[in-house]
């Protein structure tokens, strides 16, 4: 089902990108880009530093287990496999705990620290949108962000009762067992999980309230930052923004993003909302198509060089293991 929902959103999102673009100017986007010139391509290395932060904070929860560059070149894998390949909203996730083991053998323990981890992601994403909002607001009465803040706050108690069922324990137990009776013990996707020890690992991580809080200030920090991916952006296409505003357009652009989890990689609706977003903010139409546009293209530039690293790394492993 999930994938049928995957495939069905592309066409949604060419249709609304094709009507940007139409409706925007092509010829005065691409003059706009051309004017900032190559100074541009600095924002493809720039990236590199939040998911530096969120990798810090994926280091703590694995208590130190695996080399923090390490984990910054899986983290850049991740991202590029959930924004750029056609998989199932945890597929990122799922490349991670299978890269991650490539330093900590253990399974239940590389897994808990991602469940973990994304549930941190999560509580983030709302604190960097309820940021994103305050913001807005306090910039420009926030009209257009009321849909967004109202949004939000119907879908609030969905993370709260996916917290609590995680850390009331059991739940990937009862999975596997579900899973036993379903496909029987012997099958191939069975192989190596252990559901008890998962919840326990999990449970472990959850008591710790300071890493807690020490892996979600990396990560809102990391979001912070990549904030300034915009900023930085507005700056170069000639129409510069204050460091509030940035932060607010890249804040709201990510909450409608994941609100649209069903069009893949966002396409169209990310470029969307960053025009209506940066309009509000002042910024002309056109230009405010353009930073959609540049913040897509350094996504994809960016995800290719780790997705083309990842396979370069696969193969040099399995050379090493054949020999």
């Given at each position: 089902m999930t994938r049928w929902f995957k495939w069905a959103g592309w066409p949604i999102g060419i249709a609304i990108l094709i009507?940007?673009?139409?409706?925007?100017?092509?010829?005065?986007?691409?003059?706009?880009?051309?004017?900032?010139?190559?100074?541009?391509?600095?924002?493809?290395?720039?990236?590199?530093?939040?998911?530096?932060?969120?990798?810090?904070?994926?280091?703590l929860l694995l208590r130190g287990r695996a080399p923090l560059v390490f984990l910054w070149w899986v983290a850049t894998v991740r991202e590029a496999v959930g924004r750029l390949l056609p998989v199932v909203g945890v597929g990122g996730e799922?490349?991670?705990?299978?890269?991650?083991?490539?330093?900590?053998?253990?399974?239940?323990?590389?897994?808990?620290?991602?469940?973990?981890?994304?549930l941190i992601t999560?509580?983030?994403?709302?604190?960097?949108?309820?940021?994103?909002?305050?913001?807005?607001?306090?910039?420009t009465g926030g009209a257009g962000a009321k849909?967004?803040?109202?949004?939000?706050?119907?879908?609030?108690?969905?993370?709260?009762?996916?917290?609590?069922?995680?850390?009331?324990?059991?739940?990937?137990?009862?999975?596997?067992?579900?899973?036993?009776?379903?496909?029987g013990s012997?099958?191939?996707?069975?192989?190596?999980?252990?559901?008890?020890?998962l919840d326990e690992e999990i449970d472990a991580l959850m008591r710790k309230t300071g890493m807690l809080v020490r892996a979600?200030?990396?990560?809102?920090?990391?979001?912070?930052?990549g904030a300034l991916e915009t900023y930085w952006a507005l700056a170069l296409l000639g129409h510069p923004v204050s460091i509030g505003g940035a932060i607010a357009i890249e804040a709201l652009t990510q909450a409608v993003r994941h609100a649209a989890f069903m069009v893949p990689a966002g396409l169209g609706v990310q470029e969307a909302a960053v025009?209506?977003?940066?309009q509000m903010f002042g910024v002309d139409r056109e230009v405010a198509l353009s930073l959609a546009l540049v913040k897509r293209m350094r996504e994809v530039v960016f995800g290719c060089a780790a997705l083309a690293s990842w396979q370069w790394?696969?193969?040099?492993?399995?050379?090493?293991?054949?020999?």
């Open positions: 009507a940007l673009v139409v409706r925007n100017g092509a010829g005065d986007v691409v003059h706009i880009i051309g004017e900032a010139g190559f100074a541009l391509l600095w924002l493809v290395p720039f990236h590199a530093l939040p998911l530096l932060l969120d990798a810090r904070a994926w280091q799922i490349v991670g705990i299978r890269l991650a083991r490539w330093h900590v053998s253990d399974a239940s323990r590389v897994s808990a620290s991602v469940i973990v981890e994304v999560i509580a983030v994403q709302y604190a960097f949108s309820a940021l994103g909002l305050v913001l807005i607001f306090a910039s849909t967004i803040a109202l949004a939000l706050a119907m879908s609030l108690p969905l993370p709260f009762v996916t917290i609590a069922l995680v850390r009331r324990g059991g739940l990937f137990h009862a999975i596997e067992r579900f899973a036993v009776r379903a496909l012997e099958h191939r996707l069975l192989q190596g999980i252990d559901g008890k020890r979600f200030a990396w990560q809102l920090a990391g979001y912070v930052l025009v209506l977003l940066a790394a696969e193969l040099s492993r399995g050379r090493n293991l054949v020999r």
